[in-house]
C-alpha cells in the first residue's frame, strides 16, 4: 500500500521518527540504529511495511529494500509480530542480523526486547538458511579475494527483482566489484 516516504523529520521519538511528507507529519517505527542517527531537519527516504489492524494502522521504515525484505521475513517466522522483528533488528544492522541468523546464534537474537529463547530459538531454526551468509569471500580468476556484502547495491536490485539472498548472493559470485551496479546485475542476470 505505501512503499516508500521520503520527506524531512519532524521529530525523533523513543522509538520513531516523525516524518513531515508533504505537510503530512507520519509516525515511523523504524531500528534503532536507525533511529539514533537521526535529527530533527534531516532528509530521509524510507521503504515501509504497513500493518493493518482492526484498530490501527502502524507504519514501519527501513532504509534499504534488504533490510524491509529481513523485516518481512522475520514476520514470515510463528509468533513474531511486528513489534518483535523490528527488535530484532534493532540489535545491529542488518548484516549484523544475518550474521547472527547464519550462525545459529540464538543468544544474540534473545537480547532483542520481547523475544524470549524459545521464540529466539524458532527464528534461527527457521531463517538460518533463508537469510544465506551475510559475507562470501570468492576467489576472482586472477586470484584476487573478492568480498560480496548483503548491504552491496547490485544485491538489494536482484533482490528487489524476486531473487532471495541467497539467490542474489550466488548470482555476484565472481561478478568483479569494479563494475557499475547496474553492470554487476548485468553480469549477475546471465549466470546460469
Known amino acids: 500500500m505505501i512503499a516508500t516516504l521520503r520527506g524531512e523529520i ?3 521519538e523513543e522509538n520513531a521518527l516523525v516524518l513531515e511528507v508533504g505537510g503530512v507529519g507520519l509516525r515511523v517505527f523504524v531500528p534503532n540504529p536507525l533511529r539514533t542517527r537521526m535529527k530533527a531537519g534531516d532528509a ?6 504497513l500493518v493493518v489492524r482492526e484498530d490501527a494502522l502502524t507504519l ?25 522483528a523490528l527488535s530484532i533488528l534493532s540489535l545491529g544492522d542488518s548484516e549484523v542480523v ?10 544474540f537474537i534473545t537480547k532483542a526486547g520481547g523475544v524470549g529463547k524459545r521464540i529466539a ?18 576467489v576472482s580468476l586472477a586470484g584476487s579475494s ?7 547495491e547490485a544485491l538489494e536490485a536482484l533482490m528487489a527483482l524476486g531473487y532471495n539472498l541467497a539467490d542474489a548472493t550466488r548470482a555476484l559470485e565472481g ?11 548485468t553480469q549477475a542476470l546471465k549466470q546460469p
Open 10 to 12: 519532524a521529530q525523533v
Open 44 to 49: 530521509l527516504q524510507l521503504y515501509t511495511h
Open 60 to 84: 514501519y521504515g527501513f532504509e534499504s529494500q534488504a533490510e524491509r525484505e529481513l523485516f518481512n521475513t522475520l514476520l514470515g517466522v510463528d509468533g513474531v509480530g511486528p513489534k518483535a
Open 98 to 107: 544475518r550474521n547472527a541468523l547464519a550462525n545459529g546464534d540464538v543468544a
Open 121 to 138: 530459538e524458532r527464528v534461527v531454526v527457521d531463517l538460518q538458511d533463508k537469510v544465506g551468509l551475510p559475507l562470501r569471500t570468492n
Open 146 to 152: 573478492e568480498q560480496i556484502l548483503h548491504s552491496d
Open 175 to 185: 561478478v568483479s566489484t569494479d563494475l557499475s551496479t547496474a553492470e554487476r546485475v
